[in-house]
Every structure is written in structure tokens, then in C-alpha cells.
């Protein structure tokens, strides 16, 4: 079979992109300043849409009954529905639309931390758009970058997205109870999970129904902050 392969970009300016990448690794190095500071623990929460980000963080803020001393970052192209779901489990809520970037980055995160106001704030959940590629590339200056992904997304998505799956400290899998209707082997996800990536925790959880939930808390290290 012939395949063609991209060695990158070639239409558009490398260098531009290049330095739009650096321009957004030192404003997330100035927020990671921000969050050590005033000693937030900051989380990235990546994943394509539907596959459970929302309900994970919903389920992580029943757990954790912290209030107001946690607060969320929402990223969306266009809606608020992700806030306003967010916004009945307590938490200082604030949405960012995207338009029609398929990610969140460092100065969308800069501008959100100053209008949320994070006094007292122990943990920041930043919901990136619903997207397995592009936020890989942008790192806003959290602590700890979670992958979700959920068995109804198929056999290939991990296969098929390495270097997000790189990226991740922490992997869940959501939907866990689905998986057998889909067809889908929980193992085999979390095998080509290890190959790309070996240390981050693979954690099975049903965000709905709140499997699992206190292993991804460990594993984030939220335990020490309550
Ligand atoms: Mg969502």
C-alpha cells in the first residue's frame, strides 16, 4: 500500500508555528509560577467530546466536597453547557469559548485565572476542549495532565492518539460498564496505553456512577490538599 507521509507543515509559515509554541510554553511557565505560588494544584483535563471530562470532574467534586475552594476552568468552541453542569457541585465555575480553536492555551488560562479570582482555591480543574490532538501540543502550566477516554470511542483511540496518551499523567477510562456491548477489551486499551506510556496510571471508572473515582483522586494527589 502507498502511503504518503506529512513531515509537517508545509503549506503554512513553520516558522510562525514555531514560535507561537514558545510564546505559549513561557506563558505556561508564568502560570505555573502563578498556581506554585499561591499553592494551587492545577489539573488538565483532555479528552474528545463526550467521552466523560464533564462528569469526571462532577464526580471528582462530589468526592472532594471542597466548595469554593475548588474552582474550574470550562473550555468549549461555542456553549456554556459544561459550565452550568459544572456549576451545582459548588465550585468557583468560569467558561472560555474557544470559537473555533480545538484547544485551550496558556493565555486563554492566564486571562480566566485573573477573572476567576483563585483566593482560597485549593485545586483548578481546566476542562480543554473536546479533542484528542491538539491540546497535547499546548501545555497551560498545569501540575498534572489527565487523559479520559471512554470504551465508546472504539478498539483504536489510544492506538490512534500516542502522543496525547503521552502526555498524560494520569489515563482514565470511562463508560467501563459499556465496554463488553461495544465490543471493546478494556485490557487490550490499557495495553497499547502502557506501551505509549508506561508510568501514567490507567484507572476503569463509570464517572456517572462513580466507579473508580477515589483511585483517580490518588492518583492526582488531591488527597493531601483536603
Ligand atoms: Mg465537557
Redesign the pocket.
Known amino acids: 500500500m502507498k502511503i504518503i507521509k506529512s513531515r509537517g507543515p508545509e503549506i503554512f509559515d513553520i516558522e510562525l508555528e514555531k514560535d507561537l509554541l514558545a510564546k505559549n510554553r513561557s506563558l505556561a511557565k508564568e502560570n505555573r509560577k502563578r498556581f506554585d505560588d499561591s499553592k494551587i494544584l492545577a489539573i488538565d483535563i483532555m479528552g474528545s ?1 463526550g467521552s466523560g ?3 469526571l470532574i462532577k464526580a471528582i467534586l462530589k468526592n472532594i466536597a471542597i466548595g469554593e475552594r475548588a474552582a474550574v476552568i ?1 473550555g ?1 468552541l461555542t456553549t456554556t ?2 459550565a452550568r ?1 459544572i456549576e451545582g457541585e459548588g465550585a468557583r465555575v468560569i467558561q472560555v469559548n474557544t470559537g473555533k480553536e480545538c484547544h485551550l492555551d496558556a493565555n486563554l488560562i492566564r486571562k480566566s485565572v485573573k477573572s476567576l479570582k483563585l483566593d482560597g482555591v485549593k485545586v483548578l480543574f481546566i ?1 480543554n476542549v ?1 479533542n484528542l490532538i491538539c491540546p497535547g501540543e499546548f501545555p497551560l502550566g498545569a501540575h498534572k495532565r489527565l487523559v479520559v477516554v471512554s470504551v465508546t470511542e472504539g478498539p483504536y483511540t489510544v492506538m490512534k492518539h500516542p502522543y496525547i496518551f503521552k502526555e498524560a499523567d494520569v489515563i482514565a477510562l470511562n463508560k467501563i460498564d459499556l465496554a463488553r456491548a461495544m465490543k471493546v477489551s478494556p485490557s487490550q486499551l490499557e495495553s497499547d496505553a502502557r506501551e505509549v506510556n508506561p508510568d501514567a496510571p490507567f484507572i476503569k471508572i463509570n464517572a456517572l456512577k462513580g466507579t473508580g473515582i477515589p483511585r483517580v483522586i490518588h492518583a492526582l494527589g488531591l488527597k493531601s490538599l483536603l
Open positions: 467530546i471530562k464533564t462528569s470550562a468549549d453547557i459544561d453542569r476542562e473536546g
